[in-house]
């Protein structure tokens, strides 16, 4: 199993709070994902990063923000929490191999609730 | 914006029976994924699929892309309880590091 940890594994909070969570890897993989899984949705990425301090949005990444300082470390904030992002958020790492194949290996996923 | 649409949504059969999964796009993708999800858990990768027209065995699973890499199929022969699950494919955009999921398709075998 890929060596990847998230914190914490569940949070309440409230509405208009900051959150942050983190996603750590022992693999050394380049890339790092966010995503949030909603019924009907299936995954949809938030931000991903290319690399220490190089990052980029998803399709969902309005009210999101992430930092990646560490090779190991990807946080993603929640600047100001709204009921609409209780989710459950899924951390993701891939190292590009052969060409096109980035397979992707999963966290155990954050659970969020926002009252 | 590219989707990937998976067909069933749903799907209940009894131990024994054979299914197949679809996932669909008017895209083409530079590889495509299968994962298998449990409840309470992240998706665990099954396959990847990368050269149009590609078969993949896995046991009992049978992966395929399609030859224009715009969709995939995944075929289980003689299903077992322990097949149980949410299914996702995922597609790698080409040019990208990013992937699209498919919404998923929840499988139940009943024993």
């Known amino acids: 199993d890929a060596g990847i940890t998230q914190s914490p594994r569940h949070k309440v909070t409230e509405t208009g709070t900051p959150v942050t969570l983190r996603c750590h890897q022992t693999e050394n993989h380049r890339y790092m994902y966010w995503y949030r899984q909603d019924p009907g949705h299936g995954l949809r990425l938030i931000h991903y990063s290319y690399g220490v301090k190089d990052t980029d949005k998803g399709e969902v990444s309005d009210g999101y923000s992430v930092s990646r300082s560490k090779t190991e470390d990807f946080l993603l904030t929640l600047e100001s929490a709204t009921s609409s992002q209780t989710s459950v958020y899924f951390c993701?790492?891939?190292?590009?191999?052969?060409?096109?194949?980035?397979?992707?290996?999963f966290g155990p996923g954050t659970r969020l609730t926002v009252t | 914006t590219q989707l990937l649409e998976q067909s069933p949504q749903f799907l209940s059969i009894q131990e024994g029976e054979n299914l197949t999964v679809y996932c669909n796009s008017s895209s083409v993708f530079s590889s495509l994924q299968w994962y298998r999800q449990e409840p309470g858990e992240g998706p665990v990768l099954l396959v990847t699929v990368v050269t149009g027209g590609e078969v993949k065995k896995l046991k009992r699973l049978t992966f395929q892309f399609g030859d224009a890499r715009k969709d995939s199929s995944l075929h289980i022969t003689a299903a077992q309880p322990g097949d149980t699950g949410l299914y996702l494919c995922?597609?790698?955009?080409?040019?990208?590091?990013?992937?699209?999921f498919g919404t998923g398709t929840r499988l139940k075998v009943l024993a």
């Open positions: 993701a790492i891939s190292e590009p191999g052969l060409a096109a194949s980035y397979e992707q290996y």
């Open positions: 995922a597609g790698a955009v080409p040019g990208t590091y990013k992937y699209i």
